[in-house]
């Protein structure tokens, strides 16, 4: 159960070792969570402990209810956003259509929930806010087939504990309506007649009135509003046919406002904008096998247009507004493999269960919930995500392409006879164990994806037709004559006499398995592990394709012509900072140095040059996954003390970060990681002829090898 600490204080202190301290022996960093609501409580009561008499344990005294119920009200009445959620999903609850909302001083001053549901029964007044009285559950068992939001019949009695509450009801074929008001779960006096329309409306005033850390805390903090107005969206966005707004105490204009309606997609547009609903995906999964899980799921997801420095994850379970880490985390790595933007995801999604596989009962605030299954529920709904975001993939991308079936369904075939030899292949193992490799190098998505595949097999000949229609691609770019040059056919038969054989082995059916750091990739060949710099790597290959391609390339018309004469002066001028002042003669002259007669050095030259150019190297922006980080972090003072370092250590929230900029960075790190993976090495496994001085440059490194580690672990 994970809690929120914003109630809590957290202090740290350097506690010095009772030894004297050496140069060694740096000062413990402790760090203690002290409730405060308990500090409060057990503040000025006599007989706290001393160090004297800690042999005798203290007695235990029974709590008095008013503390008691302070103290349960302080856990499920965390914020004002907590109190919003509660009293919305009340208004829910009663059935109605219309919820509006008004906020004062980010909730601390006035909260205020109006709806037209079924109302409150003026003979329910006076036990209303008493805690556990509620019209939802009377027997333990109700609460495995509970469809209400609340159940335990808590929160308008905590809000009375640490707040004003003021109630205003009207039921059915009444003339007119109730309104009283309630402190510490009674009411201050009897129940006025008013004048009212259909409904509820309940104000909560003064919230943590009583409470004067958590009210400090909250008011020194961010105001509490932005979370409100993020709440009423997502419920406004999966309960459709409600209508809902929310705005600031006295403003005009309300900051949601959403109107009943059958499409979710317009509630959406309706809450977030255009700009994101234009850019959303539908998704329906469902599962109904009792060994894995039972579940529905519907939803919309964002595709590969969508740019966002941030996850927004909309997630309900059985109607109810919950979190669920794993699953966001789940599909956050999804999106990272697949899409090669690296944005983050917006996500709204529901799942329906039966009732008695969620356990609604775990979390104060219902926050959380615990699902049976959970591991194949994710499981699945991430296999899900995989698949459309493939799809969509391959719909923008090759939109016009005619795909090749025949390449398609060789692929698969040659797939499935490899898969029934591996798994026939096990009972008569002829290969001894040390020697057993079991990837496989034309698998065009990498290793580590292997390990979260358990997907029908329609999903795996979506994959094989996007390596189908990948290979198509590749081999119709590279055409099969030569540019007619007596120069070009030079070099690449130097290129080919050239080539190391050992290393085109390994080239040729090696398996990715993923970047090792910022310039080497680990590839598997056989039973070897091995170390390749991608850098050297991409260059020499981008080379030996302009080579190759040489006279097939596309030309491109530019609309101006390019001032070609400004461009060779820029670039002389930078190989030569400091250049004679005579710009033009120099120019001349050093044109007229270049070696035009000798076509073969001049093309070699200009090829290699187009390598290094195309070649795969780091971005220019720090990695901010390793210590790059710190590049990010404003206002960083080099010259800052320990203490303050620490003090920035326990309140890491504290340390400003250049949000924009890092997320540049890391779009454009996750770029490369993508293209190094799904362009580079497949097209290096097809084209590349490595160089025997690679064998010597550090650009090829084994680092291990099955049949030594068994070597090692037979001694052992
Ligand atoms: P719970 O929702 O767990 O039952 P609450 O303390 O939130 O507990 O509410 C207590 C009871 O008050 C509810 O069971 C419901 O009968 C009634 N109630 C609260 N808010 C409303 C509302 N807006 N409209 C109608 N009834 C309400
Ligand atoms: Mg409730």
């Known amino acids: ?85 509660e009293l919305v999903e009340n208004s829910l609850d ?14 601390l001053k006035l909260i205020q929930v109006s709806d037209n549901g079924h ?44 707040g004003h509450v003021t109630v205003t009801t009207i039921t059915e074929g009444q003339l007119h309506g109730y309104r009283v008001s309630y402190r510490d779960g009674v009411m201050e006096h009897e129940a006025k007649p008013c004048a009212a329309v259909k409904g509820t409306q309940i104000m909560v005033e003064n919230l943590f009135y009583n409470m004067v850390a958590r009210r400090k805390t909250l008011q020194n903090s961010n105001d509490d509003y932005p979370k409100i107005v993020d709440l009423i969206s997502r419920f406004a966005i999966h309960n459709i046919f409600v209508s809902f707004s929310c705005r600031k105490h006295g403003a005009n204009r309300a900051d949601v406002h959403t109107a009943s309606t059958s499409s979710r997609l317009d509630a959406i547009r309706t809450v977030y904008g255009i700009s994101v609903a234009r850019d959303l995906m539908e998704i329906t999964v469902s599962d109904d096998s009792p060994a894995r899980s039972i579940f529905k799921m519907d939803g919309f997801i964002s595709n590969s247009n969508y740019i966002a420095k941030k996850t927004t994850m909309i997630l309900f379970i059985n109607d109810r507004l919950v979190e669920c880490t794993a699953l966001k985390r789940a599909i956050e790595v999804v999106y990272a493999a697949t899409l090669p933007k690296a944005s983050k995801p917006f996500i709204y999604m529901s799942i329906n269960l039966p009732s008695e596989h969620v356990d609604v009962n775990i979390h104060p605030t219902k ?28 719909t923008r991308t090759f939109q016009t392409q005619a795909i090749s079936c025949s390449v398609a369904s060789q692929f698969s075939a040659r797939k499935e006879a490899e898969n029934n030899i591996s798994t026939s292949g096990t009972k008569s193992q002829k290969v001894p164990v040390h020697k057993m490799v079991r990837t496989d190098s034309r698998d065009p998505f990498g290793r580590l994806h292997a390990y979260w595949q358990s997907e029908p097999n329609s999903q795996q000949e979506k994959k094989t037709d996007l390596a189908s229609v990948r290979n198509a691609i590749r081999s119709r770019r590279n055409p099969k004559e ?54 050297n790597i991409s260059k020499e290959l981008m080379y030996q394709q302009v080579i190759r391609r040489f006279a097939h390339f596309n030309a491109i018309q530019l609309s101006e012509p390019a001032p070609l004469q400004d461009l060779l002066m820029m670039a002389l001028k930078e190989e030569d900072l400091e250049s004679p002042t005579n710009e033009n003669d120099d120019l001349k002259q050093k044109i007229a140095e270049v070696d035009w007669e000798n076509e073969k050095e001049c093309f070699e030259t200009v090829s290699a040059v187009l390598g290094n150019f195309y070649a795969v190297h780091p971005p220019i922006l720090p990695n901010p996954s390793g210590s790059g980080i710190q590049f990010y972090k404003k206002n960083m003072d080099k010259t800052t003390s320990v203490e303050n370092v620490e003090n920035r250590l326990a309140n890491s929230d504290e340390v400003d970060v250049d949000h924009e900029l890092l997320a540049e960075a890391e779009t454009a790190w996750a770029q490369r990681e993508w293209i190094i993976q799904h362009v580079l090495f497949p097209s290096m496994r097809l084209f590349l002829k490595p160089p025997k001085s690679m064998a010597q440059d550090g650009s090829f490194v084994q680092v291990a090898s099955l049949e030594k580690l068994y070597k090692i672990f037979e001694r052992c």
């Open 482 to 535: 030569l540019a007619d040059l007596s120069s070009i056919h030079e070099l690449l038969s130097e290129i080919d006499c050239n080539s190391h054989s050992g290393l085109l082995d390994i080239v040729k059916d090696c398996t990715y398995i993923g970047l090792a750091d910022e310039v080497f990739a680990l590839l598997q060949h056989n039973t070897h592990l091995y170390l390749v710099n991608v850098v």
């Open 94 to 107: 009663a059935g109605s259509t219309s919820v509006s909302v008004v906020i004062k001083d980010g909730g």
């Open 119 to 162: 109302g409150i029964r003026f003979e329910d007044l006076p036990i209303l806010c008493e805690r556990h009285t509620t019209s939802k559950l009377s027997a333990y068992e109700d609460l495995q087939t509970i469809k209400s939001m609340g159940f335990r019949g808590e929160a308008l009695a905590s809000m009375t504990y640490v």
């Open 367 to 394: 926050r959380e919930v615990s699902l049976l299954n959970q591991e194949n529920l994710i499981d699945t709904i991430q296999n899900a995500i995989e698949s459309k975001l493939m799809n969509s993939n391959t």
């Open 1 to 85: 159960m994970s809690r929120d600490l914003s109630g809590y204080i957290k202090i740290s202190v350097l506690a010095t070792p009772s030894k004297t301290p050496s140069a060694s022996s740096p000062p413990l960093l402790c760090s203690f969570v002290m409730d405060i609501d308990e500090a409060e409580t057990s503040a000025g009561e006599e007989g706290a402990p001393t160090v004297d008499r800690a042999v005798d344990p203290p007695p235990i005294r029974r709590l008095d209810e008013a503390v008691v119920n302070r103290i349960a009200a302080g856990e499920v009445i965390q914020r004002p956003a907590s109190a919003v959620k």
